[in-house]
């Protein structure tokens, strides 16, 4: 057993096996940090937002669509929203709609052809039970007239159907969820029986001359019709039963006599219909009359989406002049004194650049949220909904949580993965000056050699890039769609710097191999491996790929969860069997370590496991965690594990010993408030070999290191430079005060006499740091910055503020502490303390973060952590992580050079006279 001292020291140490030489403990080093903006990068716009309904449970999800036709499905939870996963799109079939439906009663025509004579009181609740515990239905309709029903643990279409009527505009389900009605391009609105898992065809309406363009169900006591808004400019309410026109009503027409587009409907718990049109109205229609009572210009231009709460006094409307609007239905005193039922705009805000194309609500607790999203590629998230337009804004990470970009760290090569291709680039070079790095000032900019794109890899794919990888030496690169996987060898003649891209037709087939969710390369760029959508790990030799050879040496199928005796997967079933985290799930994250022998594998389920690739077998399996992964990342010189999870918590998995460090057990659900609290997901992690004791955690908007051996402080201990920076000045004045008083007190002289000479609370620039020297006279390490690509004018400011020495008396280099002599004791003093965690401890999770104190209530900062510190200065973050033992690379793409690339956004002039 461990002594207090060892425990205390649990960082991760050299192995034997692949063991590199630690910097030494009074080293002093400079890192150097290339930010690069050339990944030109640029989300697609969102055009369709659905929520699961409210029958599934606690785990809902959010299916956005993009305009590239990728779909993805958004988890929403207390602490932060992430990223699950994306279905790729097909770029010549994009999605037009997605929609989430969930059966939960019985539909009589399906029911009685199953049950034929055994229809007994029985057996309708045991099949009611049975729709209950099925997982949601994720459908999608697109402009090439499918519609799709997606299997999101494979990303694969589980069945499709043609309408045969041209591209589909837009979707609906009635209230039971088993039937669907689209709208096409030729006039038609199609009915679909999705009953009890099926999508067949059962019907279509009378035909209208133009596109049907929006649609909403009724189902009530005064009957059941459907209504369709077309691009005539006419709404047309359809009984369901005979699939004829009810009633025409036409909207406004514009000044030029053109049809008005009807492009959203809504219905009312009373029958209302409500329209959103291209005039910027939202109209009232009495649905038995036909006659429109209430019409109101909430727009300045078209109204794209509409959506209802579940009460119907509330509707939200937005369009392309990028404001939200609520109305809501309120009792308005007339002039005559009665009072009226009436409604009027209760609130206003505009929250994106650009159109704003789909809303949509969640009103459970403890979301009660209003998402939108529209062309500027932005999902906002405004919560409390009951306090709108007064509401928290925010802004989802505008790229994939599971990072897009790649590094080929002994090549110095830099991929990223778009749609439909790759680019590679050479990373930029340092020009390193004369003198020594330790004596430049922090964050002082280097010349550097400006990287240069090397080749572009654009495959014939049948959908989006899902996954992709480059070797280390940079002579392999490997992509994924969902059909196959694909193989591309990279040749370069040293002379010419030209660089060959050619396609390894030999290798293994889709029928061999499937298509994959993630790939890999081992350090020594011999293995590939593969994380297929069957939930299955292939680990394939790449040493005899010059003779055409491609060995599949071994299978893993953990990922794969309970099987019956016949090998055919029961998903429900062997879910039920081990608490909700069995069956087959995607595998999302791969990693090997730097000596090669150890590869871990997570998936969905929050299952994590370690293999060895020595002796090509399964090794250990993780504690299943309270939140899931984000990344998992192996120490540089050691075999220890990094997992990160969505509640921003970080654990250390000893693979040899196939535990949790002792670090992480006493440790990993201690953290300071302030960063369990942060509204940024941690997305990745990263550690540099100089300094093996200090864990670097990036997300979109922060760049967090922390010291494993150093004291982690008060539980609402400040952890960003600005507030570490404003405790220590803090600190400082209060030293000042004090000593200030003592001499007055000795020499007799009143307080105020003595500040009149100079305020002691006031303290320079100067005195708090020069070039380098802190006001100690301790010499501090900085951070040599390269940036290329385009720079803001912000940064460039901010990168010269050059404050405090983040670490107080220590060297700090960007976070990465530059031990003194005693510092490494202190801080391992510091940390002798009992915890309360044991080895079976495996996070906070939501539950728990949603009983401490708000973040927002922990108020000012009195203390700072030593072990933690976070930098805002580099944003939006698309990949961080290291490409020498003191060199990181920092990928940025800056919002305003994202909305460069978006068209015009609506503006009217006002003229003033």
């Not at 596109?211 to 709404?235: H, K, P, Y």
């Not at 509330?314 to 005193?333: A, H, M, P, W, Y």
């Not at 607790?365 to 909904?385: E, Q, R």
């Not at 920076?725 to 030293?735: D, G, K, S």
Request: aromatic residues 8%; neutral net charge; hydrophobic residues 35%.
């Amino acid at each position: 057993m461990a002594t207090e001292t060892e425990k205390q020291r649990d960082v991760p140490r050299d192995r034997e096996r692949g063991g590199r030489r630690r910097t030494g403990a009074g080293a002093k080093s400079s890192l150097v940090i290339h930010r690069c903006r050339t990944v030109h990068y640029t989300p697609a716009g969102i055009v369709s937002l659905s929520f699961t309904p409210e029958t599934v449970g606690k785990k809902r999800m959010l299916a956005c669509a993009r305009a590239n036709g990728d779909i993805e499905l958004w988890c929403p939870s207390v602490s932060r929203w992430h990223l699950e996963r994306t279905i790729p799109g097909r770029p010549k079939a994009p999605v037009e709609t997605v929609l989430w439906t969930h059966q939960t009663t019985i539909d009589e025509a399906s029911f009685a052809d199953q049950m034929d004579e055994d229809d007994t009181p029985e057996s309708r609740e045991t099949h009611i039970k049975h729709l209950r515990s099925l997982p949601p239905r994720l459908f999608s309709t697109s402009l090439d007239g499918r519609i799709v029903e997606w299997d999101i643990t494979s990303l694969q279409p589980k069945q499709t159907m043609e309408s045969n009527g041209g591209a589909i505009w837009c979707m609906v389900a009635n209230s039971a969820h088993t039937r669907l009605a689209v709208g096409c391009e030729d006039g038609f609105v199609r009915i679909y029986n999705i009953a009890d898992g099926s999508l067949e065809f059962l019907k279509f309406f009378e035909r209208q001359e133009g596109r049907i363009m929006s649609l909403a169900w009724f189902n009530g006591v005064s009957g059941e019709f459907v209504a369709a808004g077309g691009a005539d400019g006419v709404i047309r309410k359809f009984d369901y039963g005979t699939g004829k026109v009810a009633r025409r009503m036409l909207v406004d027409k514009a000044r030029g006599g053109e049809d008005t587009i009807v492009w959203d409907l809504a219905v009312l718990k009373d029958g209302t219909i409500v329209a959103g049109d291209s005039l910027g109205n939202v109209s009232f229609w009495n649905s038995t009359t036909g006659v429109v009572f209430r019409t109101m210009r909430t727009h300045e231009a078209d109204v794209l989406a509409l959506v209802v709460n579940k009460e119907g006094t509330e509707i939200f409307s937005t369009g392309v002049d990028r404001n939200v609007v609520r109305l809501s239905l309120l009792n308005q005193k007339k002039a005559s004194g009665i009072r009226r039922k009436e409604w009027v705009i209760s609130g206003k805000k505009r929250y994106h650049s650009h159109d704003v194309r789909a809303l949509c609500l969640i009103e459970e607790k403890p979301h009660n949220a209003l998402v939108s999203g529209g062309i500027d590629t932005n999902l906002i998230v405004s919560i409390p909904l009951v306090e709108f337009p007064h509401v928290k804004q925010y802004r989802m990470p505008l790229f994939p949580h599971r990072s897009v970009v790649s590094l080929a760290r002994g090549a110095r090569l830099l991929m990223c993965q778009f749609s439909d291709h790759v680019k590679v680039w050479k990373l930029a070079t340092p020009v390193l000056p004369a003198e020594s790095l330790a004596r430049l000032r922090q964050f002082e900019q280097l010349d550097y050699q400006k990287e240069s794109l090397l080749f572009n890899i654009k495959p014939k794919c049948s959908t989006n890039l899902i996954a992709s990888a480059i070797s280390d030496d940079g002579k392999w690169v490997v992509v994924s769609d969902m059909d196959c996987v694909k193989l591309f060898s990279i040749t370069v003649k040293r002379a010419d710097n030209i660089y060959t891209v050619k396609k390894v037709k030999t290798f293994p087939s889709p029928t061999h191999i499937p298509s994959a969710s993630t790939l890999a390369f081992t350090p020594d760029s011999n293995r590939l491996i593969i994380a297929g959508t069957n939930s299955t790990i292939y680990i394939v030799n790449l040493s005899q790929a010059s003779a055409g050879v491609f060995e599949t040496e071994q299978k893993f199928e953990e990922h794969r969860g309970v099987v019956d005796a016949d090998g055919v997967d029961e998903y429900e079933k062997s879910r039920r069997r081990s608490g909700g985290k069995g069956g087959k799930e995607l595998v999302m994250w791969v990693c090997v370590s730097n000596d090669g022998q150890w590869l871990a594998s997570g998936d969905l389920a929050n299952r994590i496991n370690v293999f060895s690739l020595d002796s090509l077998r399964h090794h250990a399996t993780l504690p299943i965690f309270s939140s899931q992964h984000t990344s998992l990342t192996f120490h540089p010189i050691s075999a220890t594990l990094i997992v990160t999870c969505v509640s921003n918590e970080f654990f250390l998995y000893d693979c040899e010993e196939a535990r949790l460090s002792d670090w992480s057990r006493e440790y990993s659900h201690r953290l300071p408030l302030r960063w369990l609290y942060s509204k940024n997901l941690t997305m990745g992690s990263c550690v540099g070999e100089n300094k093996p004791g200090v864990v670097a955690l990036w997300g979109s908007e922060t760049l967090c290191f922390v010291d494993l051996e150093k004291p982690l402080g008060a539980p609402d201990a400040a952890i960003s430079r600005v507030q570490r920076t404003a405790v220590q000045m803090a600190e400082r004045n209060t030293a000042r005060r004090k000593k200030t008083r003592s001499k007055a007190n000795q020499s007799g002289e009143s307080e105020d006499d003595k500040q009149s000479g100079g305020d002691p609370m006031v303290t320079s620039g100067d005195e708090v740091k020069r070039n380098g020297t802190t006001a100690s006279g301790e010499t501090s390490d900085g951070v040599i910055l390269i940036s290329s690509g385009e720079e803001s004018g912000d940064d460039e400011s901010e990168a010269e503020d050059g404050v405090v020495n983040g670490f107080g008396e220590e060297g700090l280099v960007n976070g990465l502490v530059v031990h003194s002599a005693v510092g490494g004791k202190r801080g391992r003093d510091a940390l002798g303390v009992s915890g309360v965690g044991g080895p079976n401890h495996v996070g906070l999770g939501d539950g728990m973060l949603s009983g401490m104190v708000p973040g927002s209530q922990l108020g000012r900062a009195t203390t700072y952590s030593e072990a933690f510190l976070m930098e805002t200065r580099y944003h939006p973050i698309m990949f961080a992580g290291f490409v020498g033992a003191n060199e990181m690379v920092i990928v940025e793409r800056p919002v305003l050079k994202v909305y460069e690339e978006l068209p015009e956004a609506f503006y009217k002039h006002e003229f003033q006279f």
